[in-house]
């Protein structure tokens, strides 16, 4: 077995999608198509292959079906290879894989991203705490030495958050029970996990920040956004009530929205969602760089955050109507 | 292999036995070919651990790194002593052009990266919950193909991995599967999912992607 040079006339099918198939081939001369449908756009995409290009490799090493169909549009010569004929070849030229690395990781990039876009909040943790709670995990199940790990890893890089503090007070029980019990012989330490609290105690400055807060608030329904946000912006510098810090933090994006700064409004609402995946006005959140976007004129991507929200809302919340409003729109635009 | 043997002076990096790796959640900056030794890639649920994947010496982790800002999906814990090569996007391309098996690998393993994001991009751009869920078991059948003449699919996947693969909330994927349940195309038991024909989810799907569009 050897790579095989093949001939096609002009309008005939090298393969088509959804075939399986080992071969992978080479344009020598001649013109062909690759067609395909946009998975985002669910466009028909066609893309010329350049003489001496590559093209039905990731299917072939992959062992997948086929993604799109070679069409041969001039009388056109290829060379087929075998995958393991195809592994010959390119491992005398390692400059050829790289250059495919490339496009791959390119690609992958691409996909990746486009896939968190439409998953954001709901389906991801905050990493944060996703961080902070392994580190419980394994102090639970008295693996000192892994929830070590865990914790040090936390205190790198959010050396500020919200679980500094227990986490600093766990390494220090960790490694007492690891010299005086050993991995898996001490007790189990479950709990004294508190999400940030909302402080109390101060109560006299917390309701300070209320009135700061509602005043901003009753400034956006005077459509005085420009002033709201400056207050909301102080209220978020001053920091020192964590309750009115979110909720600031939610209505600075409101004014960005209706300030038409909608770049800044995705960013803050985007930062928002980030920082509190639990945030009582998240969904309104979404709804807001939904129409951002949608403003923007990215239809998909205000397509892809409506859909979102309407697969976390019930019917009856009036949010529903409100999306259903927005995607009509989005049609007759 | 001696390239192997040289590159191990400079990029070797070696765990001992129950070490972690890296962790879920942490910003990935390295990748790994393990040189001896077997790995755990696990996840944390909960009060649940669960092992996705044992890997043995030649095989590659944690290569989504070579993606920016993305956070560990999984944790790896070091089964035995483990010694492996360490990359990372700055040192990659050196490594690579002197070993075309490893980046051969890396390509594979990039092929099949893609083929499930793309997957499961189509799973998520359709709008009705109904269909992302059947989606989501389609694309199962898909990756277990059975020789077997028949419609019926069973599938030991929790509603939490459907719930996670459809990106919805386990309590909205329940109720989808409830109500298949009760229109009976799918019957839940504890440890497995039947789903009692699954051509019949194929043509569901279809048919709402095709509203879409």
Redesign the interface.
């Known amino acids: 077995m050897s790579p095989k040079a093949i001939r096609y006339r002009a309008n005939s099918i090298i393969y088509f999608k959804g075939d399986v198939s080992d071969k992978i081939y080479i344009l020598n001369s001649g013109k062909v198509s690759l067609n395909y449908t946009d ?2 756009t ?1 466009q028909e995409m066609h893309e010329l292959i350049k003489t001496g290009e590559f093209f039905g ?3 072939a ?2 062992r ?1 079906p086929r ?1 799109e169909t070679a069409v041969v549009l001039a009388d056109s010569a290829v060379i087929a290879f075998s995958v393991p004929e195809f ?1 010959m070849l ?3 030229n ?1 400059r050829i ?2 250059k ?2 490339k496009v ?2 390119n ?3 691409r ?2 991203k ?2 968190q876009n ?2 954001y909040s ?2 991801q ?1 905050n ?2 705490t ?2 902070f ?2 580190g419980e ?1 394994y102090m ?1 199940n008295k693996r000192y ?2 929830a070590l ?2 914790y040090r ?1 936390y205190l790198v ?1 959010y050396p500020t958050g919200i679980h500094a503090q227990e986490a600093t007070k766990k390494i220090e029980l960790a490694e007492e029970y690891l010299q005086k019990y050993g ?1 898996g012989k001490g007790p189990s330490v479950k709990g004294m996990v508190k999400e940030a609290p909302v402080q109390k105690k101060k109560t006299k400055e917390m309701s300070n920040v209320a009135q700061q807060y509602y005043n901003a608030v009753s400034l956006i329904g005077q459509q005085k956004y420009e002033q709201a946000y400056n207050e909301f912006k102080k209220i978020i510098e001053q920091g020192n009530d964590e309750e009115y810090l979110a909720k600031s933090r939610y209505e600075i994006g409101r004014c960005l929205f209706f300030m038409n700064r909608f770049d800044d409004c995705i960013k803050s609402f985007t930062e928002l969602i980030q920082r509190y995946p639990t945030h009582p006005d998240l969904k309104e959140a979404l709804f807001f760089v939904g129409k951002s976007y949608q403003e923007k004129g990215d239809t998909t991507k205000a397509k ?1 955050f409506y ?2 929200i ?3 809302v019930s019917e009856e919340e009036p949010l529903y109507r409100k999306v259903k409003r927005a995607l009509k729109s989005l049609k007759e635009g | 292999m001696n390239g192997i043997n040289s590159m191990f002076d400079r990029f070797g990096v070696t765990f001992q036995r ?3 790796i890296f ?5 990935g900056d390295n990748f790994y070919l393990i040189q001896s030794g077997r790995v755990q890639i696990l996840k ?1 649920m909960g ?1 649940i ?1 669960k092992t996705i994947d044992i890997l043995q010496p030649g095989e590659i982790f944690g290569e ?1 790194a ?3 800002e ?2 560990r999906s999984a ?1 790896a ?1 070091a089964l035995d002593e483990v010694k492996a090569l360490e990359f990372n996007r700055e040192n990659f ?1 050196i490594l ?6 490893i ?2 690998k ?3 393993l ?6 499930d ?2 997957r ?3 799973i ?2 359709l ?1 009705d ?1 109904e269909a992302r869920v059947a989606d989501v078991f389609l694309m199962l059948a898909e990756k277990s193909p059975q020789e077997e003449e028949t419609n019926k699919r069973v599938f030991s996947t929790t509603v939490d991995d459907i719930a ?1 693969w459809a ?3 386990p309590a ?1 994927c329940r109720e989808v599967l409830n109500h298949f349940a009760a229109q009976r195309r799918i019957e839940i038991y504890s440890d497995r999912i039947v789903v009692k024909n699954i051509n019949d989810f194929a043509r569901f799907v279809s048919s709402r992607r095709k509203q ?2």
Do not use: W
């Open positions: 998975i985002e669910g490799v990731k299917s090493l992959g997948y993604e592994e390119v491992s005398k390692t894989i790289m495919m690395l791959f990781s690609q992958l990039r996909i990746h486009q896939v439409l998953l709901e389906e943790v990493p944060e996703g961080l709670k392994i995990y639970s030495h892994q790990y865990a890893r890089y991995q892809g859909n979102k309407l697969s976390m | 129950g070490d972690i962790c879920e959640f942490e910003p944390i009060d651990e989504m070579i993606l920016e993305a956070p944790t814990i391309e690579m052009q002197g070993n075309p098996q980046a051969l890396l390509l594979k990039f092929t099949k990266r893609i083929y994001q793309k499961r991009f189509m998520l751009t709008e919950i996670h990106g919805m909330s909205k879409r569009e």
